[in-house]
């Protein structure tokens, strides 16, 4: 798929994750924003999968861990959500770091942290 059915899907994502915030607001655990995400995508018809583990190659062997991101979307677009308000250049690495292991091509980083409005970051290894 190219660049711009991967942004497609990234702003399908987006506005689901700004409804989310504008219901909820920020200062919440983790955990109730991933809940809530969940439903707005089902509520959109948004195909989307929870938690599950994808597998990391390296040199053209599986390796025994595996990366569980929080969504994948259409099997298509990697999300991660995230609470805290620092450590956003660590968190893009780290999704770009799996994005190369795993084969994804693109990855989105969600926070809902921030007073105010969502911030989101698109990230490609």
């Known amino acids: ?73 259409h099997d298509l677009l990697v999300v991660n959500l995230r609470i805290l308000r620092t450590g956003e250049i660590e968190e893009e690495a780290q999704l770009r770091n799996y994005l190369k292991a795993t084969g994804y091509p693109w990855g989105l980083l969600l926070s809902f942290g921030f007073p105010g409005r969502l911030r989101w970051k698109a990230v490609n290894p």
């Open 1 to 73: 798929m190219d660049k711009r059915g991967y942004s497609t899907v990234a702003h399908e994502v987006i506005a689901a994750a700004m409804e989310v915030y504008e219901e909820l607001g920020n200062g919440l655990p983790e955990l109730a924003y991933r809940e809530a995400l969940a439903i707005e995508f089902e509520l959109r018809r948004i195909p989307f999968q929870q938690e599950q583990p994808l597998p990391l190659h390296y040199k053209g062997c599986i390796l025994q861990r595996c990366y569980t991101p929080n969504f994948v979307v």
